[in-house]
C-alpha cells in the first residue's frame, strides 16, 4: 500500500489495530458479517480485487472506502458516492455532563433501531464492539449515540453520530462527538471521522468541533453477484 495509510482507511484498521477481526489474507480482508460490511485490498492490483470478491458470499453486500473507486470481479455496484475525511486539528473541550452514558451489549437493539433510523453510515446489531460508545437517555429512550469505528495505528475514528428526530436540536450530536475526540485525544491518537460530500451540515458541524478536511474518498457499495 502506498500513500497515506487513511487513502485507505478500512484496510489500515484491519492491517492494524484490528487485525484480530479480520478474515480474508494479505490481498483482501474483511470485518466479520455481524460487526460492519467493510471490506478492502491494499492496493487496485486486479489479484487482489478477485480475492476481495472471494471474500463475500453470493448476493451479499459489502462497502468500501478508498481513494480510487476500483471495483471487484463479479459484483455490481449498488451506490458510490464522494467522501470527505476530516481529522482533528484543534478540538473543542467537552465534559461529559451527567446524562451521558456509557453503551455496551445490553443497549445493542436500541442502538441498531436509532442507526437504522437515522442512517449515520453502516451499522449492524455488534458494530458497537468495533469500540465504545456513550449516549444520552430521555425518558426512558435512547435519543443520541457516538463512538467509534476504525481503529488504525496513531488514529481512531469517530463514528455513529446521530440524534432520534424527537431530540434533534438539543446539541447532543455536538456533545457526543466533542467527547469521543476528546478522549481519543488524550490517549495520544488523532480522532478522525467521514461524511458525505454533500452532507454540508455535517461537515459544518465537525468544523465547528476543530476538525478539518484531510482527504477525499470514495465509498461504494457493492453486492457480490
Avoid at 484498521?13 to 485490498?41: C, E, H, N, V, W
Avoid at 460530500?197 to 468544523?207: G, S, T
Amino acid at each position: 500500500m502506498t500513500g497515506h495509510k487513511l487513502d485507505r482507511p478500512i484496510w489500515a484498521a484491519l492491517a492494524s489495530k484490528q487485525a484480530y477481526l479480520s478474515s480474508g489474507g494479505p490481498r483482501a480482508m474483511r470485518f466479520p458479517a455481524d460487526i460492519s460490511p467493510f471490506a478492502a485490498t491494499p492496493d487496485d492490483d486486479p489479484e487482489s480485487l478477485a480475492r476481495l470478491a472471494a471474500l463475500i458470499p453470493s448476493g451479499a453486500v459489502f462497502v468500501t472506502v478508498a481513494k480510487t473507486a476500483a471495483v471487484p470481479p463479479q459484483t455490481t455496484v449498488e451506490k458510490a458516492a464522494p467522501l470527505i475525511q476530516m481529522h482533528a486539528v484543534d478540538l473543542v473541550a467537552a465534559e461529559p455532563g451527567e446524562e451521558v452514558i456509557a453503551l455496551g451489549d445490553d443497549d445493542a437493539p436500541e442502538m441498531l433501531e436509532l442507526a437504522t433510523l437515522t442512517r449515520p453510515g453502516p451499522f449492524l446489531i455488534n458494530t458497537h464492539r468495533l469500540g465504545r460508545f456513550i449516549g444520552v437517555r430521555k425518558d426512558g429512550r435512547l435519543a443520541a449515540m457516538a463512538g467509534e469505528r476504525l481503529h488504525v495505528d496513531g488514529y481512531r475514528e469517530v463514528s455513529a453520530v446521530c440524534t432520534h428526530p424527537d431530540f434533534r436540536g438539543r446539541g447532543y450530536a455536538g456533545l457526543l462527538s466533542r467527547i469521543v475526540a476528546n478522549r481519543i485525544k488524550n490517549e495520544g491518537e488523532t480522532p478522525f471521522l467521514h461524511a458525505y460530500a454533500d452532507n454540508a451540515a455535517a461537515i459544518r458541524l465537525y468544523e465547528s468541533l476543530g476538525f478539518r478536511i484531510e482527504r477525499e474518498l470514495v465509498v461504494q457499495m457493492l453486492r457480490r453477484d
